[in-house]
């Protein structure tokens, strides 16, 4: 399927998250857009379960920028690492990241994104989460020290970054690859066929 042709027809596109990685896999959608880092207050209620803090997330992200932009169609994203019922976001320094990778050394943890998709002009709103489970091998601290080397987790979700080394430390996946990236590709193109022109979508 060709996303030149497939979503041609968008409404002016902002992407409301200044991830880099983000940025690399709406590209594979979306040839133009424009980026504006949401400033939202996020929630960190566990009680919520981990695919509505994630939704949650997401739509104040998106609402706290469409509110400048309302003719263009703002995305925005959360991703959160879930275990043993608890959400694990990004380590704060080395140490943290350090201690997050020999939590789930060995272990299966859920990786989910909320995604929120606004038109404010359209009166328009899509919100929907995905789930990737991940399983890590089990490793020691020279595996740790291996990684933490060669990535930059500081601003990952969970102290790593799947697409970085990977192979270092993950034995298994089930479900998207580009979700536990940051942007679950497949559900999301779904999505924005809904905002094609009807007179144009052929």
């Known amino acids: 399927m060709d996303s030149a042709t497939t ?12 991830s880099p990685r983000r940025v690399e896999l709406l590209r594979q959608l979306i040839p133009e857009f ?21 939704e949650v997330n997401a739509e104040r992200k998106a609402l706290q920028v469409s509110g400048r932009y309302p003719e263009h169609l703002v995305l925005g ?13 990004k380590p704060a320094d ?22 929120c998709l606004v038109h404010e002009s359209g009166r328009r709103m899509r919100l929907f989460s995905e789930s990737t489970r991940v399983k890590f091998r089990g490793f ?15 601003d990952k979700a969970g102290g790593y970054a799947i697409q970085e080394h990977g192979d270092l430390i993950v034995e298994q996946i089930e479900g998207s690859m580009s979700n536990v990236i940051g942007l679950p590709l497949e559900p999301l193109r779904n999505a924005l066929e809904q905002w094609r022109r009807p007179n144009q979508a052929g």
């Open 7 to 18: 979503l041609l027809y968008l409404p002016p596109f902002i992407l409301a998250s200044g």
């Open 34 to 54: 424009g980026v504006v880092r949401s400033d939202a207050n996020e929630l960190h209620d566990a009680s919520l379960g981990v695919r509505r803090l994630c």
């Open 77 to 89: 994203a959360d991703t959160l690492v879930w275990l043993d019922g608890e959400p694990i976001g």
């Open 94 to 115: 080395a140490h943290e990241a350090k201690v997050l990778l020999e939590k789930l050394s060995g272990r299966v943890h859920e990786v989910v994104t909320g995604v």
């Open 140 to 154: 020691g601290e020279d595996v740790v020290t291996e990684y933490l080397s060669k990535v930059d987790t500081l």
